[in-house]
């Protein structure tokens, strides 16, 4: 008798500890707690239950994992036993099911989570199994909305819909006669929160507005924590977007809502009209890779998803590469903007930050980021000094040219953000977030527990690199750096832990740098070196290359944080045709290259397809660079060849040959013109609205109530400085002008990575012809005034020099076919970096500024209009 007193004393104490844990959302500290129970506990059904629960909500798992791992411990607990009768076990059964219909996208998983909710129920009667007969209802629900939108899609009429929807009824008729009795037969019911939240569901899906309403106000009054809340108020709201049931407008008074919201309101009462943000689910922004061309036509989406008010809703902002250079500092002004007391939070508040962003930006591009990393002293000293103990004395072991990028990031971008830091760097844990509005002001604001109440949700950061020793993702957020819980493939890579800040052993890393992060995301292979982080793992050194490498379009950092409505730009460098591909080794492992990371992002794309039409999605926006460019099939006969049509517009009103012009652009990090930047911000934005208007157009056809997402697609047009081109961006290639014609020069110099001044500035060429003439004749004139006179054996000597030098030069040349040994040679190492800094400085006073005038928006717009008459050029060319 006392040991069974002993033992329920255990688990009386052992429950209320994995209570107090789960109250705190620390799912994976309660599963380690439970896996450490005594052997005599161990076997405890309720244990078993409970470890399935904590385990498949453990984050720090891997996902597929996780709930393989639960699923195995519910078959401890006879999950598919037909004799099985425990209405815990199958609804747990169905939990886990519905999480990886969630996480994979498969609709199978849906009907095997329906099977075991619907058990819990109908194999146990009682108000313990009502639960698994609420969310069984639910799931009937998400069919039926499935079927009445492929209806009406089809235009062909089907009984799916109905019957689902008839089921549903059925079953809630019959829960309701359950759950009453319960309660005649137990007052103390009247207390339970989850007893009334599962009765209230049920009247709230019968449209028995005022019986749920009665039973909130009940539930609210019970002993509960902020995660149950949350778990109703998001499992009703989605509900109700299932029966189609329109989101109330901003600002429209509570009074004029439909019923159901007014329900809600008895749940979180102020708080109802903020939250009721989360009916367009957990919505996630992509920005994809692609240097600084990806940056400016992401300026663009953001632009119009600024106007439509969807920036407001966005909760995790995944970013790579050039979309990380960008993405940062955009976090960095809505991060201000959150942290403002001063401002109000609405649509246009977003609107004047992009606009101010893009100025910024544009200013900062402007710097020419590149060129100023390759001419810096302390990194071309490093290279010319190597591993020499003077090296190590002068300058940080791990200091590299990545490592300049991000310092020259935040000198020229980031510094022009107004948070009072100025050109102080900025650290990741400095970008936690403290609102200064809502509900949760506090610098204890958590994103888990809190920002499912705000409508300006706070945003989670992710920057993307990729790790060369795992072949994964490492992320950079606000709070933690590693490699996210699903990082895990069929070759079994070890996963380099994600830890906080404050874990890391060494102050650099407790304290880095938003520069030197955003770095990582965007050191392209073969032109910078990886961002190397030492000390973090025993024997091991992480060394971080490009996160395109590894994902370039970001939307797995989506799914990994659970998002259901997508946003994803995509302005990556996409293949190109190769009408005669390279037959030598390095030309073909390019193209190889160039094909896999095409078919990855393929792959990716119909991942996403396959899960928005499952349902797992709630909204898929995707838009790229070579979107309405559809190429014309070859036929194999010569004579029958159709060259492809780059005649006409697109959808979105750019003429086609010009948006083939501008998917085209280089993906570097050195200068944009005006024009440069400005071509793609509007392609971005007008491909974005078209998008948007398309999504909305299939939206009303499935049947469904209020806009897509609920964002306001019909929102008016800003005075965008880019949309000055919008006219001119739609004006054909049929119809030229000096306009058009200048446009076209521009775009196609854009598309180099070298010399695009002298492509664009006449005089240049010529001066620089004319420089080696002279050269040539005075070197000619002095030799043949030489030779034949006294000083005959001087000329030889003269000669022999020249061909002297040539030969020091001509045999390093011929030795470098040992690039290994000849790489520790230190005088080629002294003439490159010399040579590099010396064209950088020289390229950055002159050549670039030359440039940059020539591509100015003004100067474009300034020339005629009418159809060009001549091919000299412009006036403002000859001036250079």
């Known amino acids: ?180 009795a319960a309660l005649k037969a137990d007052a103390k019911l009247k207390k339970d929160y989850w007893f009334q939240v599962t009765l209230g569901e049920i009247h709230f899906g019968l449209g028995e507005y005022p019986q749920a309403a009665a039973c909130l106000d009940k539930a609210v009054k019970a002993e509960h924590d902020e995660w149950m809340l949350q778990t109703t108020f998001r499992q009703w709201v989605q509900l109700a977007r299932q029966k189609g049931i329109p989101s109330p407008a901003e600002g429209q008074k509570t009074e004029e809502w439909h019923e159901a919201w007014q329900t809600l309101s008895h749940l979180l009462g102020a708080d109802t009209a903020e939250a009721l943000a989360c009916h367009r689910g957990k919505v996630g922004l992509a920005l994809s890779g692609g240097g600084f061309r990806a940056s400016f036509f992401h300026l663009g989406l953001l632009a119009r998803l600024a106007e439509v008010d969807a920036l407001r809703s966005v909760e995790v902002l995944s970013s790579v590469s050039g979309g990380s250079i960008l993405g940062a500092q955009y ?14 939070l609405c649509r246009q508040d977003y609107i004047d ?75 990741m844990p400095d970008l936690l977030v403290t609102p200064k509005h809502g509900r949760f002001q506090s610098a204890d604001f958590k994103l888990k527990f809190h920002n499912w109440r705000r409508r300006a949700k706070v ?46 052993p060494s102050e650099d890393l407790q304290h880095f740098r938003l520069g030197y992060a955003a770095a990582a995301s965007s050191c392209v292979p073969g032109l910078f070196e990886p961002l190397v982080l030492d000390g973090l793992f025993q024997d091991r050194t992480v060394k971080l290359v490009d996160g395109g490498v590894h994902d370039n379009q970001g939307v797995q950092g989506l799914l990994e944080e659970g998002c259901t409505l997508i946003f994803c730009s995509d302005a990556s460098g996409q293949m190109a045709d190769s009408h005669q591909p390279a037959g030598d080794p390095a030309g073909v492992l390019l193209r190889t290259v160039s094909v896999l990371q095409d078919r990855i992002r393929e792959a990716e794309y119909q991942d996403m397809a396959s899960r928005l039409d499952s349902g797992a999605l709630q909204g898929l926006f995707f838009v790229h660079t070579q979107k309405g460019l559809v190429p014309q099939p070859l036929d194999w006969l010569p004579d029958d060849i159709t060259p492809s049509d ?92 000096a306009q058009r014609d200048d446009l076209v020069k521009q775009l196609d110099v854009a598309g180099k990575l070298a010399f ?32 034949g006179t006294s000083w005959t054996i001087n000329a030889t000597v003269v000669i022999v020099g020249i061909a002297s030098l040539l030969g020091t030069i001509v045999a390093p040349a011929l030795r470098w076919l040992n690039p290994k040994a000849e790489a520790e040679s230190f005088l080629i190492k002294l003439g490159i970096a010399v040579a590099g800094y010396v064209v950088a400085k020289i390229h950055l006073l002159l050549f670039d500024r030359w440039f940059l005038q020539r591509g100015r928006l003004q100067r474009l717009l300034g020339l005629p209009a009418a159809a060009a008459t001549s091919q000299e050029p412009a006036a403002e060319d000859r001036a250079g």
């Not at 095997?112 to 007969?133: I, M, P, V």
């Not at 001044?757 to 030489?786: N, R, S």
Request: include cysteine; proline fraction near 2%.
């Open 756 to 787: 695009k001044a002298w492509h664009l500035i006449p005089q240049l060429k010529v001066a620089a012809l004319a420089l080696g003439l002279v050269a040539a004749y005075f070197l000619i004139k002095g030799l043949i005034a030489l030779w």
């Open 1 to 180: 008798m006392a040991d069974d007193n002993q033992e329920n004393s255990a688990l009386t104490a052992l429950k209320q500890q994995i209570k107090a844990l789960k109250a705190q959302f620390r799912f994976g500290d309660a599963r380690r707690a439970l896996e450490q129970v005594p052997k005599e506990l161990a076997s405890e059904t309720w244990v078993i239950q409970q470890l399935a629960l904590c385990t498949y909500k453990d984050e720090e798992l891997h996902t597929e994992t996780r709930l393989q791992t639960a699923l195995n411990y519910l078959e401890k607990a006879k999950l598919r036993d037909a004799n099985t009768a425990d209405p815990e076990t199958l609804s747990l059964g169905g939990a886990v099911y519905k999480r990886l219909w969630e996480c994979k996208g498969q609709l199978e998983h849906v009907f095997e989570s329906l099977a075991f909710y619907r058990a819990a129920y109908e194999r146990n009667l009682t108000a313990d199994g009502c639960y698994g007969g609420a969310n069984a209802c639910y799931l009937l629900d998400v069919l039926a909305a499935r079927a009445q939108a492929l209806e009406n899609r089809s235009g062909l009429p089907s009984a799916d819909a109905l019957r689902l929807r008839g089921e549903a009824a059925d079953l809630r008729k019959r829960i309701k006669v359950t759950l009453d």
């Open 353 to 427: 930050l992009v606009a101010k962003l893009q100025q910024d930006f544009l200013r900062g591009v402007e710097s020419n980021i590149r060129m100023q990393a390759l001419g810096d002293w302390k990194v071309n000293g490093q290279l010319v000094l190597g591993n020499s103990r003077l090296s190590k004395r002068l300058f940080k072991k791990t200091y590299t040219r990545s490592h300049k990028l991000g310092e020259l990031y935040e000198k020229n971008l980031y510094s022009k953000v107004e948070d009072g830091r100025g050109v102080q760097p900025r650290h």
């Open 459 to 504: 945003p989670m950061l992710l920057l993307n690199t990729t790790s060369l020793n795992s072949g994964h993702s490492w992320f950079f957020t606000a709070s933690w750096m590693g490699e996210p819980p699903t990082a895990l493939d069929i070759d079994c890579n070890e996963r380099y832990r994600r830890l906080y800040y404050h874990q890391a």
């Open 646 to 737: 780059d005649s006409g517009l697109t959808d979105y009103r750019i003429a086609k040959d010009l948006q083939r012009k501008i998917a085209a652009i280089r993906t570097d990090l050195d200068s944009f013109t005006e024009v440069e930047a400005y071509a793609l911000m509007a392609s971005g934005y007008l491909m974005t609205d078209r998008q948007l208007r398309d999504l909305d157009a299939q939206h009303r056809k499935d049947g469904k109530a209020g806009r897509w997402g609920g964002f306001e697609i019909e929102a008016e047009r800003g005075n965008w400085e880019f949309l000055k081109l919008e006219k001119l961006l739609g004006q054909d290639k049929k119809q030229p002008s």
């Open 331 to 344: 976090y960095l002004e809505v991060q201000r903007l959150l942290e403002d007391d001063s401002k109000t």
